[in-house]
């Protein structure tokens, strides 16, 4: 099958686009408002986008108390969620009004920053502490504006739980990180396997 996008047409009960840009991680973004309220929110368009120097990023389908609390403060954390955190996870996915705290909604301990005043999950696996280093909204081919904001961090500083390391790397089996994949749709990092980039030869 083939359908351009402009119209939509795609014949399916479903829009498929989600579920083919998949899985795609979870940021657990927790951030201050301008007068110290907490929030968390999971966002799933979100990914890192380079290492030198580390930096994350993620989208929001619109202006919401986690895009407003970065532009007032400059920083906000991604925790990174295992699989036994997914049911947490949706609950702090809850539409709920600015002063409502979605740490203590999800029933969630909020760490305080070592470099940032924004707060992370403390169950989390591992955390990233980020400040803010470009918000903006991509252009379309059409000559407008996106409805949805980019928010781009450059990591700072990381938080990860001990118990994930083993031999000296991040043992996927034990953090389960949790993936969105489409519709109402999960997963989790927990089965993996390897494999060694080539080796160029001209000889063949």
């Known amino acids: 099958m083939f359908y351009e996008t402009h119209e ?20 657990w973004i927790g951030t201050l408002s301008a007068d110290g309220a907490p929030n968390l929110a999971p966002y799933s368009y ?20 986690t895009v407003t609390n970065v532009e007032a403060t400059g920083e906000f954390s991604a925790s990174l ?26 029933g ?10 924004a707060p992370h ?17 991509p252009k379309t081919l059409s000559g407008g504006i996106s409805d949805y904001i980019l928010v781009i961090g450059q990591v ?8 994930v390391i083993k031999d ?12 969105r994949l489409g519709y109402r749709d999960y997963s989790d990092g927990a089965a993996t396997f390897e494999m060694t980039r080539p080796t ?5």
Not at 86 to 96: D, G, I, P, T
Not at 108 to 117: E, H, Y
Not at 156 to 163: L, Q, S, Y
Not at 200 to 204: A, H, L, S, T, V
Request: net charge negative; charged share 25%; proline share 6%.
């Open 200 to 204: 160029w030869d001209e000889d063949g």
């Open 168 to 179: 000296g790397r991040i043992d996927m089996a034990k953090a389960a990180p949790l993936a």
């Open 156 to 163: 700072v500083g990381i938080h990860i739980d001990e118990a």
């Open 46 to 65: 979100f990914n890192a986008i380079g290492d030198g120097p580390k930096m994350v990023m993620f989208a929001s389908d619109g202006r919401k108390d």
């Open 81 to 106: 969620a295992s699989r036994v955190h997914a049911e947490k996870v949706n609950a702090s996915s809850v539409n709920a009004p600015a002063h409502i705290d979605e740490f203590q909604y999800a």
């Open 8 to 27: 939509n047409d795609h014949g399916l009960r479903h829009d498929p686009f989600k579920a083919l840009v998949s899985p795609r991680p979870i940021g």
């Open 121 to 137: 999950v403390r169950e989390a696996f591992a955390a990233l502490e980020c400040k803010v280093v470009d918000i903006f909204s």
């Open 108 to 117: 969630l301990t909020a760490a305080p920053g070592k470099l940032i005043d």
